[in-house]
């Protein structure tokens, strides 16, 4: 499907950013790559601190939508089970978005106005959610008791590194964001971390001794 030209100056301007970083993009340098006149920019967008609003705004709703579809299961299949689809909802959609999700976790790391934005409304949905999840899964004992703030810390932390250290995650995992398994594989990784510091060991029934 041929892409509209809205379309392809976000993906031109997203390309840019992380290749160029976003100062050293210019409208016309955007205009070029995606084959449009610097005017549907001004059109679309108005300028370029209009165009990385979109670019942040677009990332985060979607970002929460999935984040969204793994907390609704937490009521009738558990904080577990919900946690871990949250993991699969949301590696599945930075590896889909490789290029928007690296320029915003990069973004992220500055501190200015956007950032200061984004984290008194989106980042407080998603604490807001993740908070629910672990606060059942301790109540409910699937997890054990914890620091919720601190777990969410560190979850946070391996969602994001494949998309962030991408060289990194490759010399120790020997595998890239943008690869058919990575979901797969990296899913298992973050399950494993979720079992062994969240989940409550599960217990074994004893065996029944038959004496001959």
Aim: net charge positive; hydrophobic share 40%; charged share 25%.
């Amino acid at each position: 499907m041929r892409k509209n030209s809205k379309d392809s100056i976000v993906e031109a301007a997203v390309f840019l950013f992380n290749t160029k970083g976003f100062s050293g993009t210019s409208i016309r340098d955007i205009a070029a790559k995606a084959g449009v006149n610097p005017a549907n920019i001004a059109y679309y967008f108005q300028n370029k601190k209009g165009l990385l609003e979109y670019c942040f705004t677009a990332y985060f709703e979607n970002y929460l939508s999935e984040l969204e579809k793994g907390y609704l299961l937490l009521e009738e299949e558990g904080a577990e089970l919900a946690l871990k689809k949250i993991v699969e909802n949301l590696l599945n959609y930075q590896s889909k978005n490789i290029q928007l999700t690296r320029f915003i976790l990069r973004e992220m790391t500055l501190d200015s106005q956007m950032v200061r934005e984004v984290m008194s409304t989106y980042h407080v949905k998603e604490r807001y959610y993740l908070k629910k999840v672990l606060e059942k899964g301790m109540r409910t004992k699937e997890f054990r008791n914890h620091s919720v703030l601190y777990v969410i810390l560190q979850f946070k932390s391996l969602l994001n590194t494949p998309f962030l250290n991408i060289h990194y995650v490759n010399e120790v995992l020997h595998i890239l964001p943008h690869e058919k398994y990575f979901i797969e594989k990296y899913s298992r990784e973050v399950f494993a971390w979720i079992d062994s510091v969240l989940c409550e060991p599960k217990s074994i029934p004893a065996r029944r001794i038959v004496s001959i």
